[in-house]
């Protein structure tokens, strides 16, 4: 029987292998040791309070954050680093806010800092040297065989020679078709489908995947019983997965599978995640900014007649309208059928708007917006209602970016798709990113945008 009905790169995880277990425990268990080892260091108890402190690092830290699959070992640097900064400031918040940090001698917190701050990346860079040694030396690996040499099987094969973490040797391929009409010279072709079950208990075989069309149920059928007399795992990866999918994934419904095409990262969990980090994060901002938004809405005041606060219907989650703010930066309230975009030297824009453009600080009051639910502070961008309507019918998936909360900051803004979008390519270029955030959503992803955001606002002069 076929054990699953999952995309490939959710096919190649093992919720009980070594380094499913290893990506998991890695982060909370080298944060607490650090702390032991500050402990030790300076002499001090490992009294009920250092207790107390290692169970919340520990519930907070888990699971961690695997980096395995990063593509370079300063990205694995960079990401454990920014992560153990993050915890270690919503850490001092609340020992602060609470009083609870008193109770810790500051030379012992400093050499945790420090100390944790070096352990987590050389442990991630350790074992991503070390895991994939391991597993061949104890002899882990899975032995497997992709059933189909077409597109998504090449794909599929890919996936599993750029991660060794899987611990699966590919075999080779088992296909009909002759090499001739096949191509794909590299791929090692090792029999016909008649021959796989013979092929799998000579070969020794663990793992077979089968990439055959949908409309090959014959053919799929014949090999599931060929296959009842052996204990290979067999797995159906479907060519849907060949389309460009938002959050594919396995579903069920009163016992019945489904997959799901396209579907809003924000389910279940996810969902509480995501509003919950929204929330203590705009407070938390709103809280300190607060002398700088009484500041400018005086100097928006002051720069020109008109309202400090401009209003502008943008569609929201499900492509619903919602009221944003904005401190005013220009001269007019457009908000009609035809808004045209600001370009540089816009003469609507006010001398005191161009520095609130250019240095983002007009979108403050957008914090307002996500305490309310109408926005969350990492998500695609809103557009006016005017340019939803035009772009919705140029741009294929478009309207999939509301499939979210529009936010703040995004994906694109960081990677150079901020302010203007004067051509139909340029907008293409920021759907692209809001797509991909929609596919690789998750809560370090947000904290690190918008980490990013604060170098961009700084750096970056494409707004205006």
């Not at 990063?70 to 915890?87: C, K, N, S």
């Not at 919503?90 to 420090?114: D, K, N």
């Not at 029999?191 to 149920?217: F, T």
């Not at 926005?375 to 294929?396: C, D, F, Q, T, W």
């Amino acid at each position: 029987m076929m054990e699953a009905l999952s995309p490939p790169n959710q096919l190649l995880k093992s919720s009980l292998s070594l380094n499913s277990l290893v990506g998991i425990l890695l982060d909370p268990l080298v944060i607490v040791a650090g702390l032991l080892v500050s402990v030790w260091w300076l002499d001090d108890q490992f009294d009920p309070p250092y207790v107390i402190l290692g169970l919340i690092v520990f519930s907070l830290s888990f699971p961690g954050t695997p980096h395995f699959n990063a593509p370079r070992a300063r990205t694995v640097v960079r990401e454990t680093v920014l992560h153990w900064l993050i915890l270690s400031a919503i850490l001092l918040l609340f020992g602060w806010a609470s009083g609870y940090l008193r109770e810790f001698p500051e030379g012992v917190l400093q050499t945790w800092f420090v100390v944790t701050a070096f352990a987590l990346p050389i442990a991630h860079l350790g074992a991503r040297w070390g895991l994939p040694r391991m597993l061949v030396q104890q002899g882990l690996r899975r032995r497997a065989v992709i059933v189909g040499m077409n597109e998504i099987g090449l794909q599929l094969a890919e996936r599993v020679r750029a991660n060794p973490y899987l611990g699966v040797q590919l075999v080779g391929f088992i296909d009909d078709r002759a090499r001739a009409r096949i191509g794909h010279a590299t791929e090692r072709l090792i029999g016909r489908l008649e021959e796989l079950a013979e092929i799998a208990k000579h070969e020794h075989i663990d793992l077979i995947y089968v990439s055959l069309p949908m409309a090959s149920q014959p053919r799929i059928l014949k090999i599931l019983d060929d296959l009842r007399d052996t204990t290979v795992s067999t797995y159906f990866v479907p060519d849907i997965f060949l389309t460009d999918l938002i959050q594919g994934r396995m579903d069920e419904v009163g016992g019945i599978p489904v997959v799901a095409v396209c579907e809003t990262p924000f389910v279940g969990a996810s969902g509480l995640i995501k509003r919950g980090s929204d929330i203590v994060l705009s407070l938390l901002i709103l809280t300190l900014i607060s002398p700088l938004l009484a500041a400018i809405a005086l100097g928006v005041k002051m720069s020109s007649p008109g309202p400090i606060i401009f209003k502008q219907r943008r569609y929201g989650l499900d492509g619903k309208e919602i009221i944003v703010y904005k401190f005013r930066s220009m001269t007019v309230m457009e908000d009609g059928g035809d808004i045209r975009q600001a370009r540089r030297d816009d003469q609507r824009i006010t001398r005191f708007g161009a520095f609130l453009r250019r240095s983002s600080l007009d979108e403050l009051p957008q914090f307002v917006n996500v305490l309310q639910g109408r926005m969350s502070i990492v998500g695609p961008r809103p557009h006016a209602v005017a340019h939803n309507e035009l772009y919705r019918k140029l741009i294929k998936g478009y309207m999939v970016r509301h499939k979210v909360k529009p936010g703040i900051t995004g994906w694109a803004q960081v990677n150079g798709y901020r302010g203007e979008t004067e051509t139909v390519e340029k907008m293409e270029k920021r759907i692209e990113f809001d797509l991909e955030y929609l596919r690789k959503w998750s809560l370090a992803f947000d904290l690190w945008i918008i980490a990013k955001t604060v170098w961009v606002v700084f750096s970056d002069r494409n707004a205006y």
